[in-house]
């Protein structure tokens, strides 16, 4: 089966504008992740979800940042309001959401947004 | 508070020897280590995994080495090969209070053949 996929690769928009960024999970896999990379950094986590719901948003950084996962599968990242600073990679990873296991989380390519 | 740290932001290494990247950790609580492979414009790719059960998990020319006295972990790859050039992630979690891994900064590799 594929792996993760995320859409777009690219994104350009001028700051104040409201961005989506979608994620496919692996099929099958409960869990799903977003992260954010910047330039020169590690992956930072910003939301863990087991199903359909958010079981962890405790790395959103502030309220313009929302993700939703209605039917357990597909999630989208939506930021409103975008700021200079929200230019980064964002990167969707999913695991089989297993209770108590130690699970690998599989990563998607990821989206660049750039913020004008 | 950078929970991971990797120190090295790159190394080269010939072609054919041993490649050693570290990662080191402050958080104790940690209990399952990764490391993750990642070329430009890719997403992150896994390598192999250690639970703090273990000191040692290796998968073909791919070993990791856990020191939890001195919260300590790293890969190394031997022999090391051209398609080994990438960037190294190490990441850790307490799977006691959740599911998010903390990253490090990464180290970007070169073989040169």
């Known amino acids: 089966g594929a792996g993760v996929s995320q859409t777009p690769s690219n994104k350009v928009t001028e700051k104040g504008k409201y961005v989506e960024l979608r994620c496919d999970p692996i099929s099958g896999h409960t869990a799903l992740y977003w992260y954010r990379q910047s330039l020169g950094q590690g992956p930072e986590f910003l939301i863990y979800?087991?199903?359909?719901?958010?079981?962890?948003d405790s790395g959103l950084p502030n309220d313009r940042f929302f993700a939703v996962r209605p039917e357990g599968s597909v999630s989208t990242l939506k930021i409103q309001r975008t700021e200079r600073g929200d230019s980064a990679v964002y990167l969707c990873?999913?695991?089989?959401?297993?209770?108590?296991?130690?699970?690998?989380?599989?990563f998607g390519p990821g989206t660049r947004l750039l913020v004008l | 508070d950078q929970q991971v740290k990797q120190n090295s932001p790159s190394l080269s290494v010939q072609e054919g020897r041993i490649s050693i990247l570290n990662c080191d950790y402050t958080n104790s609580m940690f209990d399952y280590f990764l490391w993750y492979k990642k070329y430009p414009a890719e997403g992150p790719t896994f390598l192999i995994s250690?639970?703090?059960?273990?000191d040692k998990n290796e998968d073909g020319r791919f070993t990791v080495f856990l020191n939890k006295s001195a919260k300590h972990l790293s890969l190394h790859i031997v022999p090391s090969q051209p398609g080994d050039s990438a960037v190294y992630f190490c990441a850790a979690m307490n799977s006691n209070t959740g599911n998010q891994f903390y990253f490090g900064t990464g180290t970007s590799l070169t073989v040169i053949p």
């Open positions: 250690i639970s703090s059960i273990k």
């Open positions: 979800f087991q199903g359909t719901g958010a079981a962890d």
């Open positions: 990873a999913s695991s089989l959401g297993l209770a108590g296991g130690l699970e690998t989380q599989y």
